[in-house]
């Protein structure tokens, strides 16, 4: 029996938006994927969020739900060569976008990561293909790295907290499933605002994408 192709799609997740489901759907369709785990990072330390994670990962497994073949868990690991390590997979795909892409290069071990996983870079139009290039020509192996376009979704999970905090809608923006659940906890209500984090109480304490 073939082995199961694998991918890996990792972040913050907060929240997960229809931007990471259709990257991982089209990961999915392009890599011919039989698994795809969803890992998201319990503590990056990039960036502050106020969202705990066991909520972000709430959020994910509705968000993912409808995606068959994906496996939400949290991830210990803040950096990504740190996680594919220790998931000892069988050449899996990294799924990444081509904006996170571009800053491939001040990864912890960027050339490690590529030992152990190859990456899909999803392109869009607008994409500023110049600095993904300039990436590819700095790698010992840019065969490990393979481009796919997906369908543009202007959309960021900074935005969509902006969005909550202001009182304006997220409808299309996020799953359905997620934006009832945002709605129903009240999360992001008070970002941006003295003392509010992710959810009424919290104080941010985590970061975003794992690099």
Same mark, same amino acid.
């Given at each position: ?15 997960? /938006?229809?931007? /990471? ?12 994927? !039989? ?6 990072? #319990? ?12 909520? #972000? ?11 068959? $073949?994906? @496996?939400?868990?949290?991830? &210990? ?22 904006? @996170? ?27 500023? #293909?110049?600095? $993904? ?6 790698? @010992? #192996?840019?065969?490990? $790295? ?8 202007? $959309?960021?999970?900074? @935005? ?29 209500? /008070?970002?941006?605002? &003295?003392?509010? !984090? ?14």
């Amino acid at each position: 029996m073939a082995a199961v192709s694998v991918g890996v799609l990792g972040g913050a997740f907060d929240p997960p /938006h229809n931007g /990471h489901v259709a990257l991982a759907r089209g990961g999915i369709a392009t890599f011919e994927l !039989g698994r795809l785990l969803v890992r998201v990072v #319990r503590d990056p330390g990039h960036k502050d969020v106020g969202t705990p994670p066991g909520l #972000r990962l709430l959020l994910a497994q509705l968000a993912f739900d409808p995606v068959a $073949v994906a @496996e939400v868990t949290l991830d &210990p690991f803040a950096r990504t060569v740190d996680s594919l390590e220790a998931l000892e997979l069988d050449d899996p795909v990294f799924l990444v976008g081509a904006d @996170e892409f571009a800053d491939f290069l001040s990864w912890k071990e960027p050339e490690r990561v590529l030992e152990l996983a190859r990456l899909g870079v999803a392109t869009r139009p607008g994409v500023d #293909r110049a600095r $993904v290039d300039a990436v590819l020509a700095r790698l @010992e #192996r840019p065969d490990r $790295v393979a481009l796919f376009e997906i369908e543009p979704l202007p $959309v960021s999970s900074t @935005e969509i907290r902006a969005c909550v905090a202001a009182g304006a809608p997220i409808a299309g923006l996020v799953p359905p499933a997620v934006e009832a659940e945002i709605a129903r906890l009240g999360l992001y209500a /008070h970002v941006g605002k &003295p003392g509010g !984090g992710g959810m009424l109480g919290e104080d941010p304490s985590e970061g975003t994408t794992p690099t």
